[in-house]
Nanobody, 121 residues
Framework: QVQLVESGGGLVQAGASLRLSCATS????????MGWFRQAPGKEREFVAFIDNSGGIRFYAASVKDRFTISRDNAKNTVYLQMNSLRPEDTAVYYC??????????????WGQGTQVTVSS
């Protein structure tokens, strides 16, 4: 089992930045590929970013590429999502997820409880 706890969400104005964190436990963090997803009200959950267990491979959704950066600190068992130039359309609950590998049908096995990000215009 893998436990995931997100933090760092909040209410910000358009153009601001936020950094989300996801602390993990239960398995060796350095063996886990990690991802971030989000779900806006009335919409399906969507992929945001992926990082492999070494941190050397990253993928992003087109909507966040060049604004968001996923990173990890294997010594702290934590994955991050740095979000810059936030837009109102980035408003969603953001979920951290673990295990699996990025693909067209990427759906990790383990999920956190989510953290709310609200961007006002």
């Amino acid at each position: 089992q893998v436990q995931l706890v997100e933090s760092g969400g909040g209410l910000v104005q358009a153009g601001a930045s936020l950094r989300l964190s996801c602390a993990t436990s239960g398995r060796t963090f350095s063996s886990l590929n990690m991802g971030w997803f989000r779900q806006a009200p009335g919409k399906e959950r969507e992929f945001v970013a992926f990082i492999d267990n070494s941190g050397g491979i990253r993928f992003y959704a087109a909507s966040v590429k060049d604004r968001f950066t996923i990173s990890r600190d294997n010594a702290k068992n934590t994955v991050y999502l740095q979000m810059n130039s936030l837009r109102p359309e980035d408003t969603a609950v953001y979920y951290c997820a673990a295990d699996g590998y990025y693909s067209a049908n990427y759906y990790p096995q383990y999920w956190g409880q989510g953290t709310q990000v609200t961007v006002s215009s």
